[in-house]
């Protein structure tokens, strides 16, 4: 599920923010079942609905009743990412996505696989890799 923030435009503490959000955004006449609220730093707090709807609604009164003072926007998903450990140095990287395909007959070959980073393992001869696969990925 995704956070809505809500960050002032204007620097501002946390208590602030607070007593702008009792006054002017009246969270009680909105139609949204709220399951969290975090404060963060800068006066900025994130809202989390319990439904993709509550979460639309919620945004829209935000942004109506927010006028200029804040800046309302929703986190963005994140793609999944795999870690691969163990890989033989020997072992081309231009090689490992293809690697992947080969041995996983789920992935079509449209799925997108992107090599994000390799590291050397501190201890022993191996690397290990993080990708990231694009959301259609099973």
């Known amino acids: 599920m995704l956070y809505i923030i809500c960050k002032p435009k204007s620097g501002q503490d946390n208590s602030r923010t607070k007593n702008d959000f009792e006054e ?10 709220i399951s969290d609220v975090k404060n963060r730093a800068n006066g900025c707090f994130m809202i989390k609905c319990d439904s993709v709807n ?28 795999i870690l691969v450990s163990n890989i033989a140095t020997n072992i081309n990287l231009d090689d490992i996505i293809k690697y992947i395909k080969s041995q996983n007959c789920f992935l079509d070959a449209d799925d ?10 501190k201890k022993g001869n191996a690397d290990y890799a993080i990708i990231e696969c694009n959301d259609s990925a099973p």
């Open 54 to 81: 509550s979460n639309e609604r919620m945004k829209e009164e935000l942004v109506a009743q927010s006028g200029r003072s804040y800046e309302i926007s929703e986190t963005k998903l994140r793609n999944p990412c």
């Open 112 to 121: 997108v696989l992107d090599l994000k980073l390799v590291k050397r393992a």
């Open 24 to 33: 002017k955004f009246n969270l009680k006449k909105i139609t949204a079942e």
